[in-house]
C-alpha cells in the first residue's frame, strides 16, 4: 500500500516495475524532488500505482503558493527541456499552475495550487486507487491498464469499471472516504470478478 513517506522516499520505484525504476532514475537525475523540495513534491498518478501506459506522464504535485516565483523556479531548472511549458490560471477560485516538458523520453507534468500536496485530488485519487487496486487484484488492474491503451483517463476508467455515476473525479473524492469495509462492499458488488 502506498502511503505519505513511501511516496516521499521514491525508494519503492527501485524494486517495481522496469517503467518505474526508469522513472525513478530519470527522478534522480533530474533532482526534481531535491529542486522542488519547498514546494512539497509528490508523484502521483499511474507511475506509483504501476499501470502507466505509453504515453503516460510524471505526475508531480506541489504545495504552489506563489505561482510566478514557482514558474520562474521551474523555467529556470527544467526550461531549456523539450516542449516545456507553464500555464498560470484560476479555477474554482484556486489559483493552479501546470508546468509540462519532456525528459528522457517522458512527458512530465508538474501541478501546483496552495493546498498541502495530501490534500490535493491526485494524491486523494492515488490513495483511493491503489486501495482499489489492492482490494480487487491483477485482473482488475489489468482491465483499468486496457481500458488506458484504449485512450481512456485512468479516473474515468475505474469509474467505469465500478459502475460509478457521474463526474468520476468526483466519485473517486467520494470513495476516498469511505471506511475500509464500506469500500470492500462497494467493490466487490460492483466488481465481484476477483
Known amino acids: 500500500m502506498l502511503n505519505l513517506s513511501k511516496l ?4 519503492y520505484l527501485d ?6 525504476r526508469e522513472a525513478g532514475r530519470l527522478l534522480r537525475e533530474l533532482q526534481i524532488m531535491e529542486l522542488l523540495g519547498e514546494y512539497r513534491p509528490l508523484l502521483v498518478g499511474t507511475v506509483p500505482l504501476g499501470i502507466q501506459v505509453e504515453g503516460s506522464d510524471l505526475d ?3 504545495e504552489v503558493h506563489d505561482s510566478a516565483r514557482f514558474s520562474a523556479e521551474a523555467s529556470g531548472y527544467f526550461g531549456h527541456r523539450e516542449g516545456f511549458c507553464a500555464v498560470n490560471r484560476t479555477v474554482a477560485g484556486l489559483p493552479r499552475t501546470k508546468i ?3 525528459a528522457g523520453g ?8 496552495p493546498l498541502t500536496t495530501e490534500k490535493q485530488n491526485g494524491y486523494i485519487h492515488l490513495l483511493v ?4 487496486l489492492n482490494l480487487l487484484g491483477p485482473g482488475f488492474r489489468q482491465e483499468v491498464i486496457s481500458l488506458k ?3 481512456m483517463k485512468t479516473e474515468p476508467a475505474f469509474a467505469k469499471l465500478l459502475g460509478l455515476a457521474g463526474d468520476p473525479y468526483e466519485a473517486l473524492l ?3 472516504g469511505l471506511s475500509p469495509a464500506e469500500l470492500e462492499a462497494l467493490c466487490t458488488r460492483a466488481y465481484p470478478y476477483i
Open 100 to 102: 509540462n516538458f519532456v
Open 149 to 151: 491503451i484504449q485512450g
Open 174 to 176: 467520494f470513495l476516498a
Open 8 to 11: 516521499q522516499a521514491l525508494d
Open 60 to 62: 508531480i504535485i506541489c
Open 15 to 20: 524494486r517495481g516495475t522496469e517503467a518505474q
Open 129 to 132: 486507487e491503489d486501495r482499489i
Open 106 to 113: 517522458w512527458p512530465v507534468e508538474l501541478f501546483g495550487q
